[in-house]
């Protein structure tokens, strides 16, 4: 019997193409309960333990499939040039590929995922919170199912703030001012946050780039705003944060997400920037920081806007693997209400699914989803493109130039801007990807 059920026809008729598209990709037919199957994902290594829990309940429903994850790099940069790498080579390993927000455009151009129009009809899409599931869409068809949401946050130390009297920050002028006034390095850094040459770079960039009233891509028109006084404003606020104000630390600069973190968590930093997993950690039974924390959105200028980078990950079905059905079966219970809660409850992580934000279950083990949910207000995109990875690698290296001191911050804008330009009007096939040296 084929899991996939209900809605007759059409669905049977996408199964059949399912099955053809595997069979002509030389792989098995469609799942049988006979034979053992196994569905296997690469994911960050931090993950598997709140994944095992999901994978465990889902082989508990359907006895016959073992779900196999693969611990993988911690960088989503890392992870992508893997699955990349398998996919060029049309391996089948993959069955399903965990995806972050912005690999869809470059991975369904190049034909390795599987359409899922068909499993997720209107009604089930608006279960997901609207801007989760429209970073799975590409040219107007439906290729990855979000399973948790990230969102760019500013941490504090409220207790801290509070006894100078002073308000959360609004502006990067508050911010810098209540940072110079209650520092004291080393023991204490003002603002900590992700500089290294990595994805997570690009995330802070974009939320102090929005802050200024700037912008990266404008996906519509493909303009490119780097060299704007906006971009070079709010790159210059970073590079100064490190040598001209000094609220962060030198290290800053090697930092991804849980280098900043530790630091906070160590009681060694006044403000933070990151994703809402910190939240639940800083507040676990005998965490120091417990009752000492306010969150708010990233500050800006008075033009600008409080911003905050829209992360998460998803599913993806490889078109290479040999059990689509199974594996859109995993995902359509990933998605499940039952699944969001074995995910998110002991991680941390941000549900995708609109609902979760309301479940008593969820809200009473965290009550800080309510407030996240009003925060979503915030979330900004990174430019939905098929060459992504490439413009994001252009700006990550000159930026980490700047941030570095190697060269100025216009300078570096400039050639970020130029090189974006021309990559945009290049017509490279879009899932190659070339790392820069
Ligand atoms: C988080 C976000 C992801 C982002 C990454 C950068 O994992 O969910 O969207 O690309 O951080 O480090």
Redesign the pocket.
Known sequence: MIPLRGRGGRRLAAILALVALAASCGSEAAPRRTSRVTLTTLLPASEKTFWEAVARAFERHHPEIRVDLVEGPE??DLREDLYTASLLARDPTFDLIYM???WTPKFAAAGWLLPLDEWFDARERARFLPAALAAGLYEGRLFRIPMRT?LGLLYYRSDWLAAAHRDPPRTFDELERITRDLQAPPGRWGFVW?GKQ???LV?NFIEVLEGHGGFWIDPATRDVGLDRPEAIAAASFLVGCIVRDRISPPGVTTY??EDSRRLFQDGRAIFLRS?PYVWQLSQAAGSPLKGRVGVTAMVRTASGRAAG?L???GLGVSRYSRHPAWAIELMRFAATLEAQRLFCSESGFAPAVEAAYADPDLLAADPFLARLRVLHDHAVLRPPVPRYALASDILQRHLSAALSGAVPAERAMRDAARETRLLLASAAPAGARTRAP
């Open positions: 960088s989503t972050d927000v912005t990230d992700q990595y994805e997570g995330c991804q997400e994703w980078a992360g998460g990950w």
